[in-house]
């Protein structure tokens, strides 16, 4: 078992790893931080949830020295969830790094307030590959310094049809940095990308070794909504991502699963970033047990606490089932995943999930009155780093002054401009209004409770 204390990195890294609590590396880190760290080159195939964005993190802030102007490393994503995901890893291991400025790209946002941030500099792009180009259309990016270059989730890129879009901003580089390419899975194509970005690479496939155990189930039915209602009323699961083909069906289920009770937040593509960003959040933080969304959420979800994955329609590709059910089964924990399939998609079950046992729905036993609902509410206070508020603050305001049981505070999740704290239902009420009474670090804040 290796320690990142025994890493060839600053003694800063090592101690902003040891405050974070991270001591032992993955699998995934064991093969390629070192040899990233040495320059080379590399091509790793490593399953959701392995640690595999420190794995490129990591080294890359060990090389990069801030405040040089133009960017140094340049981070492309399938989704603007993943570019999100990634940067909080980055700024919470590069605490020992002044001054370091990552900046995001993706759609969705405005593209003259990005490109106002790249005016002032920045030290990490991170970015979706369209965004990327619209930039460099515009010439409001300039990547002519750029010494890293690492694609995350390259199969789920390709599969979105980026390969062209890659491959035009790769070419826009005046020299040939080191390049690193994850990936969770390896379609044909990924080759034809890593040999046009990367050098003599090395490949690193590790994952069939260290996949932790998923339980992959399949029931035939005829109603789905009715279906889903039996599934969870018998698993009864107290976290579970419900997976749609569609925006309309997503909304659909959403509504249906709402009329009986259940406390459910949706995702899709017609959402903006806030809604998005605030949906995603009240799952995570327990608030809502259930996430029903498109294919926006098979990637880029970095929530540990998943126990179920429920296809309700059947992805039209190995790929999309794999990225899917990789939401489940994180962090060392075993996970379910549950697909509804009808007579017509009978026939792609062997092709799509091979691995999948299949049952009668006749065979479950639901419990009518079981209902998933949140243990807890989420508060939003309208202020957060740019305000420099940390957690501490706000612990201290609800333990101290407004003497609130730690045992009713959830999590607490701090952002640029906002901050959001999840409180026991039975308390959230009575929290709320003295929180509006008060002040955090002697400042008044709007405070609101979250739909």
Known sequence: MQHFKDLNISQEAKKTLSILGFETLTPIQVETIPAILEGRDIIAEAQTGSGKTLAFALPLIEKITPQQQLPQALIIAPTRELCEQISGVIKSISIHKANLKIVTLYGGVPLRGQSASLE?????IIGTAGRLNDHLFRKTL???NIQTLILDEADRMLDMGFYDDIIKITSSLPTKPQGLLFSATYPENIDKLARAIL???????IETKHKVKIDEFAYEVKNKDEAILTVLQSYKPTSVVIFCNTKVQTDELSDFLLDRDFDV?????????????ESLLKFSNGSLPILVATDVASRGLDIDDIEMIINYDIPHKSETYTHR???TARAGKNGIAISLYTTRSK???????????????????????????????????DGGKRDKLRKGDILGVLCKELEVNPNDIGKIDIFEKASYVAIRKHMVKNILKALQNTTIKKRKFRVWMLD
Not at 265 to 277: I, K, S, V
């Open 199 to 205: 050098k003599n690479p090395l490949t690193v496939n």
């Open 265 to 277: 937040a949706t995702l899709h593509g017609d959402f903006d970033q806030r809604d998005r960003n």
């Open 120 to 124: 002032k500099g920045a030290d990490i």
């Open 347 to 381: 026939d792609s079950l062997e092709e799509i999930m091979p691995n999948a046992h299949i049952y009668s729905l006749g065979t479950l036993r639901p419990d009518k009155n079981f209902v998933m609902q949140g243990e807890f509410k989420t508060i939003h206070i």
């Open 142 to 144: 300039v990547l002519d």
């Open 325 to 327: 059910i990789g939401r």
